[in-house]
């Protein structure tokens, strides 16, 4: 058996339906896979992960992935689980505010793998960081948006959302993707090491991953119920198959489920120009360097 550690950047929930699914099933096992499921820990960035020695792939941010190949790590994407961000800004609707223009002189709560997201969307409609005041919070949503400090705070839009709508909040939700940052997310990455000594577990690895997720969006009852009896116990099984569904265009996005995980090089340089431009790396580098889909073009050959 070949060992796997995958760190995800979140809870092991509907985000994750997919690699779950075929994991309960035994897919990674049959084929010869022996994947450990890492949960997601606050304040870890993913890409630190991968400068520990093992076999490992992790889940994360495209712009913490460019981030860290431009401080000299060896990591490179190879796929996409969701080919546009889930990130976005979540408001009480009674605070009024609808649109970004909506958040100059106001405070704006976010995490670690947001940051990138706020200040390219904020770039996009003409305004600055200085227009609005970014601090960076924990995921205590219900108790920041009763305490009224924040006027907005990240979320992911198909996750916190629905979960605070059970829970009685009334929201305002504006998806990052919408307000013009369009990039590619929960993406699916190693280091350079393991790309060139095991490309055929990895191939491997990815064609289970994507023929759970295609499972798990024709059979979103069953798997909600497995992610909630195996996985995550706090939540309910009407709620995931409600994540299920609302993940499923940010997956999908032009692809199709026929090509779920492919990437555009063109839209990897258009996130790392950003990087550049913004000055959150300081040197300009090539798609290349930070991915390939090499893996995903031997899978959809065939």
């Excluded at 009334?170 to 490309?199: F, K, N």
Aim: hydrophobic share 45%; proline share 3%.
């Amino acid at each position: 058996m070949f060992p796997i550690q995958l760190q995800l950047d979140w809870k092991a929930n509907a985000q994750f339906a997919g690699i779950l699914m075929a994991h309960y099933l035994g897919w990674y096992t049959k084929c010869g896979i022996d994947l450990a499921i890492i949960p997601w820990q606050a304040y870890l960035n993913q890409v630190d992960v991968l400068k520990h020695n093992g076999n490992v792939i992790v889940s994360t941010e495209d712009n913490l992935l460019i981030r860290g190949h431009a401080a000299g790590q060896s990591v490179k994407a190879i796929a996409a689980m969701m080919q546009y961000s889930g990130i976005g800004w979540m408001a009480l609707q009674s605070s009024g505010i609808t649109q970004i223009s909506d958040l100059i002189g106001k405070k704006v709560g976010i995490h670690g793998d947001g940051e990138t997201a706020i200040r390219i969307t904020l770039e996009h409609y003409g305004l600055s960081q200085q227009d609005v005041e970014i601090v960076e919070v924990g995921f205590d949503y219900p108790e920041l948006l009763e305490r009224g400090d924040y006027a907005a705070i990240q979320c992911l839009v198909a996750i916190e959302p629905l979960e605070l709508a059970e829970a009685g909040f009334s929201l305002q939700v504006m998806p990052a993707y919408e307000w013009g940052y369009e990039v590619y997310s929960q993406v699916i990455a190693t280091t350079d090491r393991l790309v060139t000594s095991e490309p055929n577990a990895l191939k491997d690895f990815l064609k289970i991953t994507f023929d759970g997720w295609r499972y798990a969006f024709v059979n979103p009852e069953e798997v909600a119920n497995i992610v909630v009896s195996h996985y995550l116990s706090e939540s309910t099984p009407n709620m995931q198959r409600k994540l299920i569904a609302a993940l499923q265009p940010l997956f999908a996005g032009t692809v199709g489920m026929e090509r779920l995980g492919w990437m555009d090089a063109v839209r990897w340089q258009k996130s790392i120009d950003y990087l550049k431009t913004y000055s959150l790396i300081d040197q300009l580098i090539s798609a290349e360097d930070v991915m390939t889909n090499q893996f995903m073009e031997q899978i959809y050959s065939n």
